[in-house]
């Protein structure tokens, strides 16, 4: 199933990259660009990311918790 459908990102798609070690609504917005254009995917694709067990409170970051601030490297395809 398609859940951006600005970026043509499906749920299967999402759901690889959390696999592959993906963590964070940011890193997901980074790799595959969901929810960078109208937005309508962004409680979707956090719900996928709680199904999947990678941010239980659905932002990423536990309540009280600093934010840490990451990085990313863009890796050539
Ligand atoms: S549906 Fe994902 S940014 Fe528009």
Known sequence: MIVCVCKSV???KIR???????DS???????????TCCGKCEATVRELMAES???ASHCGVEQ????PLTFYARQAA
């Open 53 to 55: 067990g990678v941010c």
């Open 10 to 12: 499906s749920d299967r």
């Open 25 to 35: 609504f940011d890193e997901l917005q980074f790799e595959l660009g969901v929810a």
């Open 64 to 67: 009280g918790q600093a934010v």
């Open 16 to 22: 690889a990259a959390i696999d592959e070690g993906v």
